[in-house]
């Protein structure tokens, strides 16, 4: 073999080495290709709200499609089990609400996923507003009232909510424990079917979150009996919660970012640090404030800690109020 046969072939096996490892650091530039953001519930409410505004930042930042999908059913439990049994390689995120993922596993026997072994918590996203709405021509015009109304008529009045097994039927249940009352539970396929129904006279209550009722209250097609939140609102400062009139009453509904078990780390940590710069943006703290949301800054390790003490807070809930999804 000649020296110059021996110098080819020394060259042309270092500029495939070198094309490997090019093609190499191609395929693993992370994100490649466009990302799917899961939103186990319908369109028009709360959880649908958030991922649309901060999967928008989230493509400009990371230079990709970031695409919002609807999979409503079973109260988020359906699309939360396939998105854990999906490829754990950051291309399917799960943007979710406490209620499917830690209220979730407690009302069905079997939900299709392991809330804390099936998934990498990457980020929490926002909180959202929760109220106690009625039809205006409801007799009662806040918590008390309502109260007066139900103990005088047990089982007359009706409350809609987003479904079996979501926060609005939980918080329903809560408050008619918390308060004495009965009142008749009607599930809807979402938040937007059960406030459109409240508008039009069909049901006469419901628990809403801000993202699906806001445009209502501010037309004055639905009126505010209470807020459901510890504290009240930016978006309607006016409006009292329902723990001012039932001491001890309040919840804080939050919504945040996890991807399959498995999801390297890397890709893991990215995600939280774009979460955490969307979230420093004006636009995204402004959209999300007008529909009643604010940001809930915190790591992957802090989201990790949250869902481990929701899951027994919403168990004992799911326990003392009775609530089924039957």
């Known amino acids: 073999m000649t020296f110059q046969t021996m110098l080819s072939r020394r060259l042309f096996t270092a500029a495939m080495l070198c094309s490997a490892a090019l093609a190499a650091g191609a395929q693993d530039k992370y994100p490649s290709k466009p990302i799917t953001v899961v939103v186990p519930q319908a369109a028009g409410g709360a959880n ?40 754990n390689d950051g291309y399917t995120l799960l943007l ?20 804390v072994k099936d998934f990498a918590p990457v980020a929490p996203v926002a909180t959202a507003g929760y109220v106690l709405v009625a039809h205006p021509s409801f007799p ?25 097994g979501t926060l609005n039927h939980l918080i329903g249940e809560m408050l008619q424990k918390a308060a004495g009352i009965q009142l008749q539970h009607i599930p809807y396929k979402g938040s ?14 419901s628990v809403q979150s801000l993202p699906s ?13 209470g807020v459901v939140n510890e504290k009240r609102v930016a ?9 001012e009139t039932i001491k001890g009453f309040g919840q ?20 939280q640090a774009e979460v955490a ?33 929701d899951l027994p807070k919403w168990s004992r809930v799911v326990k003392d109020t009775g609530a089924t999804v039957d």
């Open 140 to 164: 009662a015009n806040n918590v008390a009232e309502l109260v007066n109304l139900a103990k005088a008529s047990p089982g007359k009045y009706s409350i809609a909510s987003a479904g079996n």
């Open 48 to 87: 649908d709200a958030i991922a649309r505004v901060v999967a928008q930042k989230l493509g400009e930042q990371l230079g990709q499609s970031v695409i919002v999908e609807n999979r409503p059913g079973a109260g988020g439990t359906l699309a939360t089990g396939t998105t854990a049994r999906a490829r």
């Open 252 to 271: 804080a509904p939050w919504y945040a970012l996890f991807a399959p078990a498995g999801t390297p780390a890397p890709i893991v940590a990215q995600l």
């Open 277 to 309: 710069r969307a979230l420093e943006h004006k636009d995204v703290v402004d959209k999300l404030a007008t529909v009643g949301c604010e940001p809930f800054k915190g790591t992957a390790a802090q989201l990790a800690a949250l869902v481990q003490s």
């Open 235 to 243: 978006a309607l400062p006016d409006a009292p919660t329902i723990g």
């Open 96 to 115: 979710t609400a406490d209620s499917a993922h830690v209220i979730g596993p407690a009302l069905y026997k079997n939900p299709g996923f392991d809330p």
């Open 213 to 225: 009722a806001i445009a209502f209250i501010k037309a004055g097609k639905l009126k505010v009996l």
């Open 192 to 205: 937007a079917a059960a406030a459109t129904d409240v508008v039009g006279g069909q049901v006469p209550l």
